[in-house]
């Protein structure tokens, strides 16, 4: 049973510096979600898309962040000129094809700026 | 605008009493309800959702949670709490009251401690 996976698990980076994640959803899946969670706080929206389509984004997704999805498999999550606001994690989940349907989690990765 | 409000953030019961979790949401719709569950280092879970069929629905783990429009609650329980419960509760909403697309705004958590 292969469910979502994020890669790196942990970032630690400069301020200052790019970075970029990758989420791998379930197979088939064709919702894919990112959410950025602080602590004690719940998740975030931040963007979604139906198969390579991005369909909303948050007013959360400054110009420094950018999402793509090429051929609506993984996705790509990049962060440029990291602030040490962004420190959080980041959640990517994915679904078969309506709201009503089970999002299936990763389990994130945990940024770090310094 | 949809919003979702969870009463507690930190809530500790002895081990087989009644977990008793707060949800209140906005939305101006008929909602989508979530109750998501996130253990320690892990992903998050769902539990259960309301989706406009029965009023009371059941999840995994024993837990149980029911929608009150009239109340716009969305309240979770368990009627014995399990040492392995503990963990952080997340009540979600969504519609489409704003645009075509649909999204979940999720609340800001209930930790959920269960003293032996």
């Known amino acids: 049973d292969t469910g979502v996976s994020q890669d790196p698990r942990h970032k630690i980076t400069k301020r200052g510096q790019n970075v970029t994640f990758r989420c791998d959803p379930i197979?088939?899946?064709?919702?894919l979600y990112w959410y950025r969670q602080t602590l004690g706080q719940g998740p975030e929206f931040l963007t979604y898309?139906?198969?390579?389509?991005?369909?909303?984004k948050s007013r959360l997704l400054s110009d420094r962040f950018s999402a793509e999805r090429p051929k609506g498999s993984f996705s790509t999550l990049e962060i440029q000129r990291t602030e040490q606001g962004d420190s959080a994690m980041y959640l990517c989940?994915?679904?078969?094809?309506?709201?009503?349907?089970?999002?299936?989690f990763g389990p994130g990765t945990r940024l770090t700026v310094l | 605008a949809q919003s979702v409000t969870q009463l507690g953030s930190h809530v500790s019961v002895s081990e087989g009493a009644l977990v008793l979790l707060r949800c209140n949401y906005s939305?101006?719709?008929?909602?989508?309800l979530f109750w998501y569950v996130q253990y320690p280092n892990q992903g998050l879970q769902l539990l259960l959702k309301?989706?406009?069929?029965?009023?009371l629905v059941k999840g995994i783990n024993g837990f149980e949670a029911e929608f009150k429009k009239s109340e716009t609650s969305f309240h979770l329980t368990k009627p014995s709490a399990h040492m392995s419960d503990a963990a952080e509760y997340f009540c979600?909403?969504?519609?489409?009251?704003?645009?075509?697309?649909?999204?979940?705004?999720f609340g800001p958590g209930t930790s959920l401690s269960v003293i032996p």
């Open positions: 989940a994915s679904s078969p094809s309506t709201v009503t349907d089970t999002q299936y």
């Open positions: 197979s088939e899946h064709n919702r």
């Open positions: 898309f139906q198969n390579e389509a991005q369909l909303e």
């Open positions: 939305s101006s719709v008929p909602p989508y």
């Open positions: 309301y989706t406009s069929a029965a009023t």
């Open positions: 979600a909403v969504s519609d489409q009251e704003e645009t075509s697309y649909d999204k979940v705004i």
